[in-house]
């Protein structure tokens, strides 16, 4: 009897302990959707300033009761931060979904059209949200930093979802827990740490988690404001239709949206929507910001180590991959367009791709087979750099695989104690780190690959054959990599089945599968070893 009493204590420790940092984010979520009203108030959207009352109100109500009941539950450990990274995406994502959901069904029709740009001939966005599951879909885009949509014409949404959506992916970026952690401070120290690495962090730059929180938020910040004022800029330079405040509200949003690599865009078409080769290229410079490493940005900002750009693995590849990168793609596209065409899209999709950000500014749909395959892995499934907002297996893990394989073959040729010692970047690892190292790497790219081509079977199996292989290839990717970019089959159309494989993918993505994983072992064989 004293082993069962104990063993259904335990069991709701680690309830305790998940609910109530679960309760945590969703306290942290309703806040931003109480901020947000002032967005609402500003665009004089008045029945959207009633929709994110109600949806904080609703999210805050469900965070505090989890909060305030266990309020006394111990710091977690590492199995407790995973099921918190897991199962606690997946709900922020789901309340996340309710200010589409609830515009869609609470908004008067006649204010639903009063959206529409003048003269468009199509129905408002704002309708597809009346299915739950797209506006669940929607909420875990945003969350994730993916961009796949099914707001099919975005101008047609309200200022206040277009900023919601922006929002989500802006915060998604960083990381919904690590501000978590920063605002409520319910874990810190060891506990703190291991919130920290569940959300896929692995480099602290202070000594305590907290200071590097406030330094990774702060650096985040300050990236944004960059790339907002210089893409406002641009947009009131190369725009001359634009007026001030709408060039400071595409810039706003979009510097937040490619900061964080998410590629959610204000525009019907993305970046398609300009026309413009000037404004695409000049576009580049901040999707490869968002592509960088945040040690990185410490090293050169704080510490004025200029040295860190290119002593750092990570990005001197992003750099190599996207030199060599940008040909092979033209090569392989000039099988249908022109060089100049198949040059100034490789150019922008392959930065887009290998950054994760999203923006699309060509129909992939329409590439041919062998450029879609390229892209999907020579840039999506790589992705950019770890320590940074991207998705993707992150380029240090294909580094460290690659940098194994040819330290194995070369250890062929030394005796045991000859064998020598590797340098990553400037960390010099021995050889049972090296062997950790490529070990835990191969292991997550195994998982990568594995969910993906199980994912790949299901989506083709059920949209038919409407679509190519490397169609959906590329969807099962993007999505899975977090990137956004679409061949067309992201649509509200869709069938279900593949809405609920992308909703997995997204989901598994951002957190880089281990914590999901963690968490559905819990869910099934709960919590014992």
Not at 19 to 42: K, W
Not at 77 to 92: C, D, P, Q, R, S
Not at 211 to 217: Q, S
Request: no cysteine; aromatic share 12%; charged share 10%.
């Amino acid at each position: 009897m004293a082993t069962n009493d104990s063993f259904e204590l335990g069991r709701m420790s680690n309830l305790k302990i998940i609910l109530r940092n679960i309760g945590a984010l969703q306290l942290i979520q309703s806040g931003l959707m109480f901020a947000s009203i002032i967005v609402t108030l500003i665009f004089g959207e008045f029945y959207q300033a009633g929709i994110f009352f109600l949806s904080g109100l609703l999210t805050g109500t469900f965070g505090g009761i989890l909060y305030w009941v266990f309020s006394d539950a111990p710091d977690p450990k590492v199995k407790h931060a995973m099921i918190i990274a897991g199962l606690g995406w997946f709900i922020t994502a789901a309340f996340g979904s309710l200010p589409f959901f609830l515009t869609a069904y609470l908004t008067p029709t006649g204010v639903i059209e009063s959206y529409l740009p003048t003269g468009a001939t199509y129905s408002s966005s704002v309708y597809n949200f009346l299915n739950p599951l797209h506006a669940l879909f929607e909420g875990m885009s945003g969350w994730t930093t993916t961009g796949l949509t099914m707001a099919v014409h975005e101008p047609s949404l309200p200022r206040g979802l277009l900023w919601w959506r922006t929002l989500m992916q802006w915060i998604g970026g960083m990381g919904v827990i690590l501000l978590t952690v920063v605002v409520i401070r319910q874990a810190t120290g060891m506990s703190g740490y291991l919130l920290f690495q569940s959300e896929a962090r692995e480099r602290k730059l202070r000594p305590s988690v907290l200071g590097t929180l406030r330094e990774l938020w702060t650096l985040y910040l300050g990236v944004t404001i960059f790339a907002a004022i210089y893409l406002t800029v641009v947009l009131a330079i190369f725009e001359p239709d634009y007026t001030i405040s709408r060039a400071i509200w595409g810039g706003v949003t979009h510097a937040m949206t490619a900061i964080s690599t998410g590629g959610f865009s204000i525009l019907d078409n993305s970046i398609a929507t300009y026309q413009s080769y000037i404004i695409e290229v000049l576009y580049l410079p901040i999707m490869i910001l968002g592509g960088i490493a945040y040690p990185v940005y410490y090293a050169v900002i704080r510490e004025k180590d200029t040295s860190e750009l290119l002593q750092s693995p990570q990005t001197r590849w992003l750099i190599i991959l996207i030199v060599f990168g940008v040909p092979v793609l033209t090569l392989l596209s000039v099988l249908q367009y022109s060089t100049s065409i198949a040059f100034r899209q490789s150019l922008f999709q392959y930065i887009s791709g290998i950054t994760t950000t999203g923006f699309q500014s060509a129909p992939i749909g329409d590439w041919p087979a062998a450029a879609i395959v390229f892209i999907v892995a020579g840039a999506m499934v790589i992705g950019g750099s770890a320590g940074g907002t991207v998705g993707g297996i992150k380029i240090i893990r294909a580094y460290i695989i690659g940098k194994g394989f040819t330290w194995k073959i070369q250890n062929v040729f030394f005796t045991e104690h000859e064998i020598p010692e590797l340098n990553l970047g400037r960390e010099r690892l021995s050889r049972e780190e090296m062997n950790r190292e490529t070990t835990e790497a191969t292991l997550l790219v195994l998982f990568y690959i594995v969910t993906l081509i199980i994912s790949l079977i299901v989506l083709t199996s059920v949209v038919g054959d409407k679509y190519t292989l490397a169609d959906t290839l590329f969807e099962v990717a993007s999505a899975q990599s977090t990137v956004g970019l679409s061949s067309g089959i992201t649509d509200p159309t869709m069938p279900v089945a593949a809405e609920i494989v992308l909703i997995f993918q997204m989901w598994i993505g951002r957190l880089e599968i281990i914590p999901v994983l963690v968490f559905f072992r819990a869910l099934f064989l709960g919590f014992s070893r």
